[in-house]
């Protein structure tokens, strides 16, 4: 029972985070289209992505081995922290390095340019804090994450705004930017201090062998990053920053869940690691739960996607998005195969075949950049919403070959039935909505109401029913 109340707890913590994360952003990505137009969101997004890409090569690789590593092995912990930030100090020059040669090689304008270097420049205090939190991660410690994040999200997204009320322009968004995380970094080193005793020396050793080992997880996260923006880099070149700032508000609106979805199996994360000492009956029961989970948010934001598409683009941005109504309906096609692809992807990694991992961004991303590159360049925005698709669909398959011949397989029809049920349930209330044509906050507010209430009477059915519930708290009163 502690173990459930500390998995609700860290799952809502990392939960918590990413929900500011996301809504911070999603906030942030309507002000600029609203304030600043499409192009100037197009060109934020585009700095953003290669710092994302570049963030992740320098960073995602250490944080995931770290995590794994200290989730066995707690009592390394100072050793991993200490020696681990030296590391991933180097790697964040090289990465930082690396995208000031990219961008200045490749045809931007020179405002465009100068928006990717300073905002580049975040990828160090980012990568560093990478470090602290896989710490807080593997010992389950993941509510300290969320005390030192979220307050600063709010924050910024408040200066950001402000700037841009004062006609302060993009870049200047990039220095605030870079100066929060910053600021995050520095709470999380004040945090990690009171439970960890620093040992104040680099172990030459532990970094040789790290840097040996970690390959594999560079390697999936760097490929997997750019798989996840490629998207954008491939319209910036082939269109223009207008058609990146269109597609970066179709990301957005999707972003809510994605980030819900990676939260929750980055909580599962440890106790999957756990679990392989205990049998994969074990495993299988903690992966097909947090797929279940997941779907029983996904398939219902499909539908609704698919009725409000378009009113949803108008109310966040403005009449200029409509025209990507299409292209949002068919990325959130990508909403029901997204909680296998998470969840099967964690697994693998828990079980030390992280080469899958690798094997399956390597084929996705090359597969899905050669087509791409087809695609966007004969249908713009519509070809890159199907090529996201495409490389979803490429994922899913590869993952589920690889989970049913390496593991085992999984009892498909427990993990949608739940899901399946409650999204049959929303059809009418959409379907209401929609003729009636409802003021938009309205319409948003009664479809989320009803579908709560759903969602917490199959949870109250899952836990016994009314009547066990009511006699629990009777017994605990």
Known sequence: MVEKYKFISNSISMIVNRLAQSITAFVLTSAIARTLGAEALGQYLLAYSYY?????????????LFTRELAREPERTPVYLMSGTWLQLIFSFFSYGALVIVVFLLPYSSKTSTICYIMGLTIIPFALSNITEAVFQAQEKMHLIAIATVPVYILRIIIMIWAMQLKYGIEYLGWILCF????????????????????????????????????????IEAIAVVSGRIQILILSLLGNEFLVGLFGGIAQLLQPFLIIANSTTLAMFPRLSKAVAQGREQQRRITENMIEILLMMALPLFLGLLFFGKDLLVFVY???????????????????????????????????????????????????????V???????????????????????IQYIYFTYTRLFSLNLWRIICRPLLISLLMVPIFILLQKFSLNFIFTLL????????FMIYLGIRAFGGFRFLWMKFLRES
């Open 52 to 64: 994302f890409i570049f963030v992740g090569i320098a960073s995602q690789g250490l944080k995931t």
């Open 180 to 219: 929060s995380e910053t600021l995050i970094l520095v709470i999380e080193w004040i945090f990690i201090t009171r439970f960890v005793k620093i040992q104040w020396q680099v172990d030459g050793n532990f970094i040789f062998h790290t840097i040996k080992i970690a390959r594999t997880f560079f390697a």
């Open 318 to 372: 403005d009449p200029s998005f409509a025209q990507a109504n299409l292209a949002l309906s068919l990325s959130a096609v990508s909403l029901i195969l997204l909680p296998f692809i998470r969840s099967l992807s964690y697994l693998l990694v828990a079980n030390g075949f992280e080469i899958v991992n690798l094997r399956e961004v390597v084929i996705t991303t090359t597969l899905g950049s050669l087509i791409g």
């Open 374 to 396: 087809a695609l966007v360049s004969q249908y713009q925005l519509l070809g890159a919403a199907f090529m996201a698709l495409l490389m979803t669909i490429i994922g899913f």
């Open 446 to 453: 009664i479809a989320t109401g009803v579908y709560s209430l």
